[in-house]
């Protein structure tokens, strides 16, 4: 009962991290969309380095967790029941285009 207790407030860090990078996203957009579209906004480097570090460290933290999962099998029924490993799927492959869209800002 312990590990349930556990595992609801780190899923409740992950759901938190990935809503901030979400709405980090939103805003970034929205305040884009509020300037002239014939003029490219320049790309501040340092905010977009700053949000792939945030982007590693959300995907080092899953990798982690994952890691901790798996070593115990109570652990990884409930999680396999519950559909983490999906979820943390679709987070990975989302965190993942965001940062090659990001490092394209960069390159370009």
């Not at 312990?2 to 759901?15: C, D, E, G, H």
Request: net charge positive.
């Amino acid at each position: 009962m312990k590990k349930v207790y556990t595992l609801t407030p780190v899923f409740l860090l992950f759901f938190l991290c990935e809503l901030n990078a979400q709405n980090t996203s939103s805003l970034k957009n929205h305040s884009q969309s509020n300037t002239n579209s014939a003029i490219k906004p320049a790309v501040d480097e340092q905010d977009v380095l700053k949000q792939i570090s945030q982007i590693n460290g959300h995907l080092s933290a899953i990798e982690t967790k994952r890691n901790y999962i798996l070593s115990d099998p109570a652990e990884k029924a409930l999680a396999q029941e519950q559909g983490w490993f999906e979820d943390m799927k679709k987070i990975e492959k989302s965190l993942l285009k965001k940062k090659e869209k990001l490092t394209a800002l960069i390159n370009n």
